[in-house]
């Protein structure tokens, strides 16, 4: 069965940071390129970070509101991804969700989401 299970979500000030976690079961995690998304209210789901599979070389990206402030990255021993956020603003405030994807659409996976609240 397959899982992506988001964690480390919170309520953060703003200049805070914070470590998202995604576990990943049931698939061949090494094969699948990871993204993260985030989802405000009332807002549509976007793009925020993506990485590829390691081989034969890995590529990230960043959608430009979040680069230089949001890292991800990817342990496949552990079958987990991760979204380091860092200087948290007030408009990071959104529910983070955790994406596999291979040969999509066919293989296209996606977490529960976790809760990001950015507010002093």
């Known amino acids: 069965q397959v899982q992506l299970v988001e964690s480390g979500g919170g309520l953060v000030q703003p200049g805070g940071s914070l470590r998202l976690s995604c576990a990943a079961s049931?698939?061949?995690?090494?094969?699948?390129?990871m993204s993260w998304y985030r989802q405000a209210p009332g807002g549509e789901r976007e793009l925020v970070a993506g990485?590829?599979?390691?081989?034969?070389?890995?590529?990230?990206h960043y959608v430009d509101s979040v680069r230089g402030r949001f890292t991800i990255s990817r342990d496949d021993d552990k079958k987990t991804a991760y979204l380091q956020i860092d200087s948290l603003k007030p408009d990071d405030t959104a529910m983070y969700y955790c994406?596999?994807?291979?040969?999509?659409?066919?293989?296209?996976?996606w977490g529960q989401g976790t809760q990001v609240t950015v507010s002093s």
């Open positions: 994406n596999a994807g291979w040969k999509r659409p066919v293989y296209d996976y």
């Open positions: 049931g698939f061949t995690f090494s094969i699948y390129a």
């Open positions: 990485i590829s599979t390691v081989h034969p070389s890995i590529n990230i």
